[in-house]
């Protein structure tokens, strides 16, 4: 599985992005794609995960913010992040997970920073 990520940038505060990941491979097997994030020296957070039956997962600090999503079509999911916070800042990471063998596979990370 190959995941190519893409959206991220430079937004001032309450701004909005949208980042994206699209899969490819045998995605067949995977049941669960999500983003994380990571700060210098802190460890990678769940940000938000969606399940292959749509369950979605946040993560606190971004409800009511972050909205998870995907186009079964393009085999892509997608991260609307509104009203963006200086705690925001993060390299950002999709992640897809198969559950056959408990593997995770990255996508490279992608660079969000909030900042006037």
């Known amino acids: 599985v190959q995941l190519q990520a893409s959206g991220g940038g430079l937004v001032q505060p309450g701004g909005s992005l949208r980042l994206s990941c699209a899969a490819s491979g045998s995605i067949f097997s995977i049941n669960r794609m999500g983003w994380y994030r990571q700060v210098p020296g802190k460890q990678r957070e769940l940000v938000a995960s969606i399940t292959s039956g749509g369950s979605t997962t946040y993560a606190d600090s971004v409800k009511g913010r972050f909205t998870i999503s995907r186009d079964i079509a393009k085999n892509t999911v997608y991260l609307q992040m509104n009203s963006l916070k200086p705690e925001d800042i993060a390299v950002y990471h999709c992640?897809?997970?198969?559950?056959?063998?408990?593997?995770?596979?990255w996508g490279k990370g992608t660079q969000v920073t909030v900042s006037n």
């Open positions: 992640n897809a997970y198969q559950p056959m063998g408990g593997v995770n596979y």
